[in-house]
């Protein structure tokens, strides 16, 4: 087995491993340590004794061993009965369920702030180490460290239960989940900080995961339209960076290097999403996207059709962010001065007070209306603004060409 075939398995197994821990046991702090540490064995051993032939099995007896170790050392009474009940985990004792979609639900618990929910995610479910996750978000391992403990903690605290919730708490918690993987994937496409554009691993992993709970939830639209909304986004990286690694905006990307086969799949989804009963972020997000990969040229896309999912999207989930782009398609529509007028509105959001996008929209803006010198000083500060040296760089060139 290759070696990004092995560490696709184990990321694939960690949620199932742990999903039969936290059934066995109910002590998801430490059954989450001990699958940690198995999976370690497992990347030791595997490659030089071979995969095992019930790999899953394998995981759970060396995690539950690891467990039990642990419980045992804690001089509990009441623990160290639990642990000699349970001590022998044979391969043929692991159910087949598949409990990734309650681990999800349980580390995107309400008790946690959204930074500690991605952290846990990406650690219980998605099978990454710590240092892994800390290199991800740029933070030293410690820190990151500290903060997927503290989450397990608050878990603890919360009593939560390993079961689904049900009604209103089921939709709220499922509504939680898909943010958290759409801050993953948002992340890994395009980095918040650091030298590169992207985090490609973060984005698979934010696909693989929505590939997850969409197996589990096939017909819920909002998980449909995120994983299309994932991989129509996906289909273009490749296009989105010249060889330097500088930024290509999208209206002079080469559409003949986008992955054709995440388009067709992504399109697929984002039909069969908005097909569904009820129209939610995500299938609007996903659409105009489609509408995107729809056009051979950045001249021939809908515009119209893009202007007009925005409308739809800023009336069901208002934001800036959906505002200012709304203004990029109403320019294409009605020219740079109707877009400017739009993000005039924005202003006043102190959500996007100094926010570098507005900064570099107004500058693409007024560079369209002619007003060159305003442009210059808007790349200027939009290059100020972001911690991303990708774009930290591709703002001050189109601030260089300017002065030029």
Known sequence: MTAPNFEGLLRELTPQVLGTLVRRYGRFEGCEDAVQEAVLAATVQWPDEGVPENPRGWLVTVASRRLVDRIRSDHARRERESANAAAEVVPEDVPDTDDTLLLLFLCCHPALTPASQTALTLRAVGGLTT??????????????AARISRAKQRIRAA?????????AEREERLRVVL?????IFNEGYTASSGSELERADLAREAIRLARTVH????????????????LL?????????TATGDLVPLAEQD??????????EGTALAE????????GPYQLQAAIAATHADAATAEETDWAQVHALYLILERIAPNPMVTLNRAVALTELNGPQAGLALLAALDGDQRLAGHHRLLSVRAHLLERAGDQAGAYEHYRRAAR????????????????????
Request: no cysteine.
């Open 385 to 404: 603004a972001t911690a991303s040296l990708a774009e930290q760089r591709f703002l001050a060139a189109r601030a260089r060409r300017l002065q030029a």
């Open 179 to 183: 943010h958290v993987l759409y801050l």
């Open 215 to 230: 197996a589990q939830l096939p017909e819920d639209g909002g998980v449909t339209g995120l994983l299309a909304l994932m």
């Open 272 to 279: 069969a999403a908005l097909a569904g009963p009820e129209l």
């Open 159 to 167: 009593g939560s239960s390993f079961t689904l919730p049900e009604g």
């Open 233 to 241: 986004t996906h289909a273009r990286r490749t296009a989105r960076t």
């Open 131 to 144: 240092a892994e996750i800390a290199r991800a978000f740029l933070v030293p391992e410690a820190t990151m």
């Open 255 to 264: 559409r003949t290097t986008w992955d054709r086969e995440l388009l067709d």
